[in-house]
């Protein structure tokens, strides 16, 4: 498929965008840097920790800095739909690279709430991927899952590096799939991954996710900790790691 052939493309809402809003050019631009969330929370901690600057356009969009990098945050709605409109907006206005930030279902007994993954690749069981061409074994950038990893070890904050699975279909997780997928080298399962990084490679884009573990599916029985103190701390320690790698130019 070609782009000339599809319909609709960023450049075409964007433009409607600038004239329905009376938006100057100047106005939309975003810098090279992007980060996704995907939780109220999370985009405000980050709005604060970045000093941003609300678009007036769309509150969900933030543009801040650290260090002398310049980053434009974005909260997207759970779900690789969602998740992948929100990312080719942000690219056909500057965006380049682009870090998701968000939570996991843990698939191991020994993942814990609380702790953090670094995804390296990721199956796809959602229905955007395969739009932007073929869906094994999506990958993210491996400069980036490098910094973030190196950035990690120096903070002394430890990862579990893995597969995920991306699935939009939330309570249609089988036992069965799930653990045919731990046996490929799968650790966690969420909603987005696999979809970001097939637009990033259709797009020439580079990008990476880290992820928190929220709730442990790997046991006997599902064990929810969206509350608990370990997954809420390790949340504030992932973010900083983020920042961190941004600040020091290896994003």
């Given amino acids: ?96 690279t682009f870090l998701s930030f968000g939570a996991c279902g843990s698939l191991l007994p020994d993942l814990r709430i609380g702790d953090v993954v670094l995804p390296t690749f990721a199956v796809s069981d959602e229905g955007t991927s395969r739009h932007y061409g073929k869906t094994d074994r999506l990958r993210p950038d491996a400069g980036l899952v490098r910094a973030i990893a190196v950035a990690a070890t120096k903070g002394f904050i430890p990862i579990r590096s893995g597969g995920t699975w991306t699935t939009d279909a939330v309570y249609r997780e089988s036992r069965t799939r799930a653990r045919d997928l731990v046996r490929h080298g799968v650790v966690a399962v969420e909603m987005e991954a696999a979809a970001l990084w097939a637009v990033a490679r259709h797009r020439h884009l580079r990008t990476a996710s880290l992820l928190v573990v929220s709730d442990e599916l790997g046991g006997k029985e599902w064990n929810a900790g969206f509350d608990d103190p370990r997954f809420l701390a390790a949340k504030r320690r992932a973010r900083r790691l983020l920042v961190e790698v941004i600040s020091r130019g290896a994003a």
Avoid at 5 to 17: M, N
Avoid at 25 to 40: H, K, M, N
Avoid at 45 to 53: C, M, N, V
């Fill in 1 to 96: 498929m070609s782009e000339s052939d599809i319909i609709v493309r960023p450049e075409h809402f964007l433009r409607y965008l600038r004239e329905a809003r009376a938006l100057r050019p100047a106005e939309t631009r975003l810098p090279p840097i992007g980060v996704l969330v995907f939780g109220t929370g999370d985009f405000r901690a980050f709005h604060r920790i970045i000093k941003g600057q609300l678009k007036g356009w769309n509150r969900w969009l933030s543009v801040g800095a650290t260090g002398r990098k310049s980053i434009a945050l974005a909260r997207s709605p759970i779900g690789a739909p969602a998740a992948t409109i929100t990312m080719e907006e942000m690219a056909a206005l500057g965006c380049r």
